[in-house]
């Protein structure tokens, strides 16, 4: 270590989504779908594994769209800007 303390990082995160069966899919009501975003070290780029039964879309870029939605909340969650404590430093 340098000796200056580093920001806690994201190494993992899980995000679930569910969304009403396609009508194809007779034998269920709700799809779900959960994409683990991880990484083997705070160095390195994140890979999303996603586990489903059934997801279905009209569109690729729906799925696109969900990613681009993971992304964003990694991304926010990633961010290692330290923000100044409202409660500090007097009214």
């Known amino acids: 270590m340098d000796g200056e303390p580093h920001p ?3 190494d993992e995160m899980n995000v ?3 969304q009403e069966a396609d009508t ?3 034998d269920m009501e709700v799809q ?3 994409i683990l975003v991880t990484r083997s070290d ?3 780029d994140f890979f999303y594994c996603l586990t489903t039964k059934r997801w279905a879309v009209d569109d690729a870029d729906e799925l696109v769209a969900l990613l681009d939605r993971v992304k964003a909340a990694v991304a926010a969650a990633s961010s290692t800007t330290r923000k100044k404590n409202p409660r500090k ?3």
Do not use: I, N, Q, V
């Open 89 to 91: 430093g007097g009214a």
């Open 24 to 26: 194809c899919a007779s």
């Open 8 to 10: 806690p990082w994201l």
């Open 32 to 34: 779900e779908m959960d």
């Open 16 to 18: 679930h989504f569910a």
């Open 42 to 44: 705070m160095t390195s």
